[in-house]
């Protein structure tokens, strides 16, 4: 499955928004630094869908706020 992401950095919390079906908006504590916040992306959404972090990569936009992320189950 692919779905579209997107990511607000340094945020007060970490949470995962479902804005329509696809789409999604992940708030992340982790600030856009040397890769830190793609890696707490996949971590959280890999614990939102249930599935192990291998499984969930970022396909697209990995330099940039909005992200093509794709998840195998």
Sequence with gaps: ???YVKVIPR?????V????QG???VKLTAP??????????????AEHFDVPKSL???IGGKSTRKKLVEILK
């Excluded at 945020?11 to 949470?15: G, I, M």
């Design 17 to 20: 928004v479902e804005i329509s």
């Design 1 to 3: 499955m692919r779905i």
């Design 11 to 15: 945020s007060s919390k970490n949470e």
């Design 23 to 25: 789409e999604y908006k």
């Design 32 to 45: 856009p630094v040397d890769g830190e916040a793609n890696k707490m992306l996949v971590e959280i959404l």
């Design 56 to 58: 969930v990569s970022i």
